[in-house]
């Protein structure tokens, strides 16, 4: 399904603008699927907005042999029960030589670290990475009489030896089963869905993408029991793991609602080979998700064809060396085995629901994974592809019941999908959906940047293992929309974020919803000021990739934010003062006089940015008014010692090799925190007499004890 959107414009001109107006007459209303806008003596502009709805249809007689030659006359469509005007009709022969349509070329992929090639438009830039299925255009049909075959490997669902079990499937098919009539496309999910392969027929290309699959990826998500069957780990009263089981089941089937959502830009009829270990829902929570991606496939006109990944699996009565034993009566009384095996089964009935609500089949226990891709291959044949324009234009999200009839012999089988579910616009989105966006475009390898954010990371150290890393974003106000709700002006704002490692683990993340009330002044300087958003994690030393994203909930216009950023290891250092990064701001600012409370008290307490009630606001464009003062914020510290050791701190300004400005040296003898030995540095400095432009910002710290020194310097921009 596709919208297509057209706007005619009517200039009212010559003649006609020279008749005289009628008085106090009313305006003419649009009809239904068509928005008017006007403005007072300008242009009036007319928007429809159509559906276009893709069927694929296969034909047979009554001895299972596809009909042919059939055109757009011999069907009859209805929608709800109304008549369609069918807009197209191809069909699709498929058989085991080789078409004569050869294959439109795909995009290539281009390396992240290769040079872009010249684009030939210098208003279009071609991707750094291929990230997305190649679309179509609506009603064409790019792979005439081609079978489209996905192979999708959710890494984070398999251990090692399923994901080399599912690798040599993959390769024995394309070796030796994949007929001239089959494109393939390659998939895998750990922490983000990559397309690996867009789809193809070349071979060697297919095979390179599969070996290089970095088996072990995504693991670490290992779903545990709680019930009889867990493993005895010897601690007591441990955390409940359900309801991060509970998390990843959801990512995992957000991420194939993904991937579906990239195979719907595609007219043709597609299936797609889901390898996994078995896929288990917990609860009733998840459902949601469960039945969304259900809907997103039939709404794509995908069919599941899953495969278990462990085989046929015969499991030891008291478990075998995969797992730890279970402890207690249990493990003696049969409730262990008894466990075990309802928990296996649940997690193929899972598997089997994708596949039958679909129209696919489940492989499960069968030690030949390559067949499930052959039942995929076999279940398509010839068929026809049909294209009309709903007659209701209604972005509703309803589910639409579809009767297609072919008006010749009574006594053929007609096969394909019985509905699907309308579009939906922003404004329509249920909390579930907004919900599901969000969580849908954090795990897209493409970031989506409709809306303007930028983000400065801190870290300060709290114990000998342990740092506070404040995180600063912002977004310029002239980009949020603005509503009114119960009387007053707001904004609402939804921000989501991760944080991984460098093994691409997750180790933190973030969820939250402001809505930021406003009124009369604070509105109008909203249009010309950024919003702040403060959150924080505590993380130890190491390497760390920070995915963040903010949603403007009026509009859905979302921003995203993703860059990398290192907590060193402080105990280390020998050769320096160890310091924490360097804060610099332009506001300090009372906690009772901020747009919105933080919800996490712990974080508050403990940020060294919030002293006596005021917060100190990071700059992170380091932009600086010459008419406020800079204030300049970092902490040293002093382990291993006793008493506080004195300190020489200042802060310099250089304008390429020139110093413009430099404050007199800061003697800090006193403030040395008993638990994290953090001394803090503070400087306010006045920039008044500073000329406006661009400036290297240096803060030298001395210690003249253990004759020490450190240094720390970043550009920064005066304006008027």
Known sequence: MRRITASIVLFLLG????????????????????????????????????????????????????????????FTVTEDNVQQTIAFCEYQKLSETAPDTPIPPAPPPVAADAPAPAPADKDKVPPVVVTSISPEKPGDVRYRNRRLITLYFDMSAMPVPDQLRAQAAALKFIHTQMSPADLMALIAFSDSVKVLQDFTDNKDELEKKIIKLFIGEGQGFDPTDADDSASDVGSAFGEDDSEFNLFNTDRQLAALQTAVKMLGQLNEKKVLVYFASGLRLNGVDNQAQFQATINAAIRANVAFFTVDARGLVAQAPMGDATHGSPGGSAMYSGASMMAFNNNFQKSQDTMYGLAADTGGKALLDNNDLGKGIQMAEQSISSYYILGYYSANATLDG?????????????????????????????????????????QDALMLGDPITDLTIDMAVNFFQLNSAEYFVPVTAKIPGSELALARRRGAEHTLIDFIGEVKDEYNVTVANVRDKIDIKLSGETAERLSKQPIQYETAFTLLPGTYTMKFLARDDETGRIGTYLNKFVVPNLNKEQ??????????????????????????????????????????????????????????????????????????????????????????????????????????????????????????????????????????????????
């Open 398 to 438: 309803r589910f639409r019941r579809i009767k297609i009839t072919y008006n010749g012999d009574p006594s053929a089988k007609l096969t394909y999908r019985q509905g699907y579910f309308a579009g939906k616009t922003f404004n329509k989105f249920t909390t579930v959906d907004k919900e599901r966006q969000l």
């Open 575 to 720: 050769k320096r003062v160890p310091i924490s990064s360097v804060v610099l701001s332009g506001q300090r600012m009372d906690k009772r006089d901020s747009l919105y409370n933080t919800r996490d008290k712990d974080k508050t307490s403990v940020n060294p940015l919030i002293q006596d009630g005021m917060e100190l606001v990071p700059s992170v464009t380091r932009v600086f008014s010459k008419s406020k003062d800079m204030y300049v914020y970092l902490q040293a510290y002093e382990r291993g010692q006793a008493s506080m050791q004195p300190l020489v701190a200042f802060v310099s300004f250089y304008r390429g090799q020139a110093k413009a400005f430099e404050t007199p040296p800061l003697p800090v003898t006193e403030g040395m925190d008993p638990k994290s030995k953090a001394v803090p540095l503070k400087f306010s400095l006045d920039l008044s007499k500073l000329h406006p432009g661009k400036y290297d910002c240096q803060v030298t710290i001395l210690d003249p004890t253990s004759n020490k020194a450190a240094y720390w310097q970043a550009p920064v921009m005066l304006v008027q």
């Open 15 to 74: 003649a006609a603008a020279q008749q005289p107006a009628p008085q106090q007459q009313p305006a003419p209303q649009p009809p239904p699927g068509v928005a008017n806008t006007s403005a007072k003596n300008g242009p009036v502009t007319f928007s429809v907005t159509q559906q276009l709805v893709i069927e694929d249809v296969t034909v047979t007689d009554k001895n299972g042999k596809p009909i042919e030659g059939l055109t757009a006359k011999d």
